[in-house]
């Protein structure tokens, strides 16, 4: 497809997207075209032309303290694995992403998600093995966050109980949404959380925590959801948001049913 042809397509599924009462959050950005990789800057700027909902990505704290971006725990540096946690971030610029970018910090993620003009950024902080460095990746993202004056254009979500707190504590205005799948909306209620972010898995297992969220004033997410026939499912389910590897088909299946 020529790069013409590329404008138009986005210029289209971006009418698509903005039309849609069920939202796409793009998981771990655009990553699924041309000059893009998962967690990428390319990746969230590919998601912002889309004008979805939401870009996700996933943040770690560097040794030294740095809030950098990456999805797994650990992650190739010349052939070795390397824990995220465990190294500092000098050693961690030196990582390539699969588009030639280098492994992103928070800071430089949100200078350019500031040119971002449609979609929001929904950032995942991962557990860490210790509390104490969950409390300070937390305190130093939702700063960032402050600094750069972002608070109404970004969410959070997290598998770890404790981030989710410290977040609300920290913040109590943010959006925070719950992932681990395992707690009822009433319990997540109780946490301050937006809503639940589950696996659909979970949903599949338990539909009626869909109705009983909305009940609750509760927003219900749902990942990572890539087929059509999955993407059918979920949308019967009345879910918010579904957080996809395939942004377009998403929006494909959601414009036919309007």
Partial sequence: MNQKNVIITLLFLSVVFSATSQEIIAHRGYWKTDGSAQNSIAALMKADALNVYGSEVDVWLSSDGVPVVNHDADVLLDGNKIRVQETSVATLKKVKLANGESLPTVEEYLTAFEKCGNTRLIIELKPHTHRKTEDELAEKVIHIVREKGLQNRVEYISFS????????????????YYLNGDLAPRVVKTLGAAGIDYHFNALKKNPHWVKEAHDLGLKVNVWTVNTPDGIREMLDLKVDFITTDEPLLAGELIKKRK
């Fill in 161 to 176: 109980i404790n981030l989710v707190n410290q977040i609300t504590k920290i913040d109590p205005q943010a959006q925070v």
